[in-house]
């Protein structure tokens, strides 16, 4: 009997399914196939895949730190005075077969708002969301590039670099499915289209100045733009029951 369960148990470990291959950059794969590999990897491991070429994410720098607080500072804060749109960090996004990511934040409209993202079983989004920032320092090249054209293909509505080697904040809005980028108004303010009322300094934020950049968001929520979208999206929610 016990001859028998010990024959048993070393069948159990001779098929054994192997160890995913470990992921990484320059390994070519669908959506599938590296979303699978991915959630096998260890814990604090991050690599995005971008039309089919997966890029390992390097350790961060302090700069891109400074820089993705101050980004979540002027998203939350708009969320905050905005029923209907959530704000997300770091979270995944299956864009279609060649693409996820997990971009620095994001903000979408809620469920039974958006008609273009959703959140799927295992609490990923699948789809395009709304607006998409990115910090980037060793990755202006692959943002401005590769990513900002997986981005433009997915359909995200708008979508912000802060470069912060280069200096420069752009800010993209998707126009009959290209990228245009949208240039500061004369007071130096750059306005989105999408999200009213959602407007950044660019110098304050390349300075990681929150007190300007929240000064200038304020002026934008007090703004009538704001309050006529804020009013469309709860109108919006009580139409579909929320």
């Known amino acids: 009997m016990n001859r028998a369960i010990r024959y048993q148990r070393s069948s159990e470990r001779t098929t054994k399914a192997p160890a995913l291959p470990h992921l990484e ?3 070519r794969l669908d959506q599938k196939t590296f979303h699978e590999r991915y959630e096998a990897m260890p814990k604090h491991f991050r690599a995005k895949l ?8 390097s350790p961060l720098k302090i700069p ?3 820089g993705q607080n101050c980004v979540n500072r002027w998203l939350y804060t708009y969320e905050d005075h905005t029923p209907g749109v959530e704000v997300f960090a770091n979270t995944t996004n299956m864009m279609g077969p060649d693409t996820e990511t997990q971009p620095d934040a994001q903000m979408n409209l809620m ?6 993202i959703r959140e799927t079983d295992d609490q990923c989004f699948e789809g395009a969301a709304e607006l998409i920032v990115e910090v980037a320092w060793s990755t202006e090249s692959l943002d401005l590039h590769a990513q900002k054209d997986a981005y433009e293909h997915a359909g995200v509505q708008e979508y912000v670099v802060i470069a912060l080697r280069m200096k420069h904040v752009f800010w993209f809005r998707l126009q009959r499915g290209k990228f245009k980028e949208l240039k500061p108004d004369d007071d130096g303010i750059l306005r989105s289209e999408v999200f009213p ?3 950044l300094d660019p110098d304050a934020m390349l300075r990681f100045d929150t007190k300007r950049l929240l000064k200038v968001l304020r002026q934008g929520l007090a703004s009538p733009e704001h309050a006529a979208f804020a009013a ?3 109108k919006k929610a009580r ?4």
């Open 25 to 27: 950059s320059g390994d």
């Open 50 to 57: 971008i039309g089919g070429i997966v890029y390992v994410s």
């Open 64 to 66: 891109h730190g400074r």
């Open 111 to 116: 469920a039974g708002l958006s008609e273009q």
């Open 197 to 199: 009322g959602l407007w």
């Open 232 to 234: 469309k999206l709860a």
């Open 239 to 242: 139409r579909n029951g929320g």
